[in-house]
């Protein structure tokens, strides 16, 4: 306890966790892959207020919601292989890492749901109006109006949602998985640098996240480019009268200014 921090074995840790970080991403991919799609089934009977699947959608959203990822990871890993043996399906020498990511996926659905779920209540309804007018289906309305403009409004969630998953994976270890935190828990068996390592560990854990937030912040603007275009070319096309000396657009800009 009382040794000072040696900062060689700090970027010793970190260079040896460097090939931890494939299986961690692997997980959070993966993971979000699956849940994007489960989310988006879970969200749907919500949306059409389908009666029966409706009620099913909930429970699920509450029971993923409501218990630890933790526990989830215990209840799938330990109690999916015996439902499976009632239909005599034997997944006894599955990988581990199948069950985590199914675990993290079913997590992951349930928020994911929640969040399609609100973005789509928060697309203006003549917009789908306007598209059966033009001769759209209910699913062509959806795909191509509705379902774009919910995806950047849930830009912002989802992308706390990938951060957060990038963090919890450090719970996989719990049933055996060598990702960074499980690496990181072996490195100083010898050494017993243990403050090093895991210091090591919150460096590279905030490096990725610090990636993967500018990335996913670069991804949020694209998807909104187009509301960002429409609210500034009117101010562009004011300003650039009025550098040139246009009397109309000075007087354009007066009579806009005494409406208001």
Known sequence: MGTSVDVSYVFEYFVRLLPSVGITLKIVVFSLLIGSAVGMLVALPRLYRIPVLQRLSQVYVSFFRGTPLLIQLFLIYYGLPELL???????????????????YALHSGAFISEAIRAAVGAVDRGQVEAGYAI????FQAFRRVVLPQAIAVAMP?????????LKDTSLAFSLGIMELTGKAQTLPTMSQRFFESYLALALLYFILSFVLEKLLYRLERRLLRHEA??????SRVRRRRVKDGDASGRLNLTE???LR
């Open 85 to 103: 043996k009632l239909v005599a399906v034997d997944v006894s020498r599955t990988p581990v890492l199948v069950f985590v990511v199914t675990a």
């Open 229 to 234: 275009t429409d609210g500034a070319a009117p």
């Open 135 to 138: 001769g759209m289906t209910g």
């Open 157 to 165: 969630v989802l992308g706390n949602l990938i951060i957060a998953n």
């Open 256 to 258: 806009e200014g005494a």
